[in-house]
């Protein structure tokens, strides 16, 4: 039986974010090709590494450090990762209606909710300008706080310990497939979010069954 359901931040309890990176780079006119390859293996990679940009999620270096690591990608990379910036993408999240609904639905359902999230303390105010209001929650997890990122499994075990159930009584909500395989392996249920109104219908299945 399932009691407790658990989601990322960016792209499930927002919309898609990926867009808003890609069209950020294109207004400053980075080179597209160079900067992806530098930052999908820190934002979309299937492992946890000790590679700066994950060390960068984990909180153990700043947002200045892993610009700084790029090298002549720094300046592209701060026009659209920097909240200074006016290009910064996290300008361009927003609230992803539907699943904010669902989350206010599984409270008043009796469910618990929380959240697990890969994120850098920099963009600590947009995630929070993203979220629900925090009373729906019993449970939230960042990485750059707890000093875990997902896909490892001790961070979607943190987070079932603070709500008080067992792994396999919680469903975890990731836009990104390797992260919900993480939540998988560490004993979860989990859903791949690939549609947001088709994910809450596959949620409730599951809730029901």
């Not at 990926?18 to 069209?23: C, K, L, N």
């Not at 994950?54 to 990379?77: I, K, M, Y």
């Amino acid at each position: 039986m399932i009691k407790a359901v658990l989601f990322d931040v960016a792209g499930v309890l927002t919309e898609g974010y990926t867009r808003f990176i890609v069209e950020s780079a294109m207004q400053t006119g980075a080179d597209l090709h160079a900067l992806g390859s530098a930052l999908l293996p820190v934002f979309a990679g299937d492992d946890d590494t000790d590679s700066v940009g994950h060390q960068l999620e984990r909180g153990e270096v700043t947002l200045e450090e892993f610009l700084a690591s790029l090298g002549e990608l720094e300046d592209d990379a701060r026009a659209v990762l920097h909240p200074a910036s006016e290009h910064f993408f996290g300008h361009r999240l927003e609230p992803e209606p539907t699943m904010h609904a669902f989350v206010a639905e599984l409270v008043d359902a009796g469910y618990l909710t929380g959240v697990v999230s890969n994120n850098v303390r920099e963009w600590q105010d947009t995630w929070d300008r993203a979220l629900p209001p925090a009373e729906l929650f019993s449970a939230v997890v960042f990485s750059a706080t707890v000093g875990v990122r997902k896909p490892s499994r001790d961070i979607y075990l943190m987070a079932v310990e603070r709500l008080g159930v067992a792994p396999h009584e919680a469903l975890f909500l990731d836009d990104f497939a390797p992260m919900a395989e993480g939540a998988r392996a560490a004993g979860l249920h989990a859903l791949h979010v690939e549609a947001h109104d088709v994910a809450i219908v596959e949620a409730r299945a599951l809730l029901d069954g």
